[in-house]
C-alpha cells in the first residue's frame, strides 16, 4: 500500500527541501568543472587524476576542445560573436556535466519523493526498469554522438565547402546541436522500456500496439525531421529508423513476457 498520507503543505515543503539538495549538488559540480580542469599524475605506468584550479583551461574548456577535434569536420573552425559567448558556453558545459555527474542524486531525491504514494508492485516494475532505461539512453547518446553527429557535420558543411565558402560555426550553436542531438538519440532509444513499463503496470494492452503502428511510423519521422537540423531528410532517418525497429523491439518483448 501507499505510505502515509501527507497534507499538501508537507508535499510542498518535502519537494522543496529535495530540490534544494539536487540544486547544491548540481551547482557544486557545476562549479567545480568550471573552475578546476583535470591533470594526471604519472606514477610509473599509472596515471593518478587530480584537480588543478584553472579558469581558462577548465574542464569545460577541454572538453569543448575534445568534442571540436572528434566530431567537427577539419574545414569548420569555432568562433564567438559576442566577448561573453565563450564563458557563457563553458558555463552551459559545467551545468550539463553537473546534471551528468549528480544524476544519481537526482535519481535518489525523485524517487524517494514519489515512491511513498506507489504500491509495492509499481515499485517492483520502477526499480526493474532503472537499468534498462539507464543503459538505453546511454546507448542512444552514444549513437548520436558517433554516428548521427559526425554525420551531419560533415553532410551539412560539405554543400558549402565544395562551392569554396568559408565554414564556421559559433560555439553556442555547436554545443546545443551535439546536446539536441545526442539527448533526443538517448530519448529515443526509451521506446522499448517504456512500452514494456506502460504494459506492465496494465495501462497498455501489448496488443494496441501492433493496431498503432501505422501511426508511430508517421510519428517517427516526424520526431526525426523535428530534431535533425536540417531539410535533406536523409539525416532524419537516422533517428525515425532505429525508433520504428526500437517499436518493433518494444512490442515483442511485451507480448512475450506482459501476460
Given amino acids: 500500500m501507499p505510505g502515509k498520507e501527507m497534507t499538501i503543505l508537507e508535499h510542498i515543503e518535502e519537494l522543496r527541501q529535495r530540490l534544494i539538495r539536487i540544486f547544491a549538488v548540481v551547482i557544486g559540480l557545476a562549479l567545480f568543472f568550471f573552475l578546476f580542469e583535470i591533470r594526471f599524475f604519472d606514477l610509473g605506468h599509472f596515471y593518478i587524476p587530480y584537480p588543478y584550479p584553472n579558469i581558462f583551461h577548465n ?24 566577448p561573453s559567448e565563450a564563458l557563457i558556453s563553458e558555463m552551459l558545459i559545467s551545468i550539463i556535466l553537473g546534471v551528468i555527474v549528480g544524476m544519481p ?3 535518489y531525491e525523485v524517487w524517494a519523493f514519489v515512491a511513498p504514494a506507489l504500491y509495492e508492485h509499481e515499485k517492483r516494475i520502477i526499480v526493474k526498469l532503472t537499468l534498462p532505461v539507464t543503459i538505453l539512453f546511454i546507448i542512444g547518446c552514444i549513437f548520436g ?26 560555439i553556442n550553436d555547436f554545443i546545443m546541436f551535439i546536446a539536441l542531438l545526442c539527448i533526443a ?25 501492433k493496431k498503432y503502428f501505422r501511426y508511430f511510423v508517421v510519428f517517427s ?39
Fill in 59 to 82: 574542464t569545460a574548456a577541454n572538453l569543448i576542445k575534445f568534442l571540436e577535434e572528434q566530431v567537427l569536420p577539419s574545414y569548420v573552425n569555432i568562433i564567438v560573436t559576442s
Fill in 105 to 107: 542524486v537526482i535519481v
Fill in 145 to 170: 554522438y558517433f554516428l548521427l553527429v559526425p554525420f551531419a557535420f560533415e553532410f551539412l558543411y560539405r554543400y558549402a565547402s565544395s562551392i569554396g565558402i568559408i565554414t564556421y560555426i559559433t
Fill in 185 to 209: 538519440m538517448g530519448i529515443t532509444f526509451e521506446v522499448p522500456a517504456v512500452m514494456w513499463g506502460l504494459s506492465k503496470l496494465g495501462l497498455v494492452n501489448p496488443d494496441t500496439y
Fill in 221 to 259: 519521422v516526424i520526431y526525426g525531421a523535428f530534431i535533425t537540423p536540417d531539410g535533406s531528410g536523409i539525416t532524419m532517418w537516422f533517428v525515425a529508423a532505429p525508433m520504428v525497429i526500437l517499436y518493433v523491439l518494444g512490442y515483442y518483448f511485451a507480448k512475450k513476457t506482459v501476460k
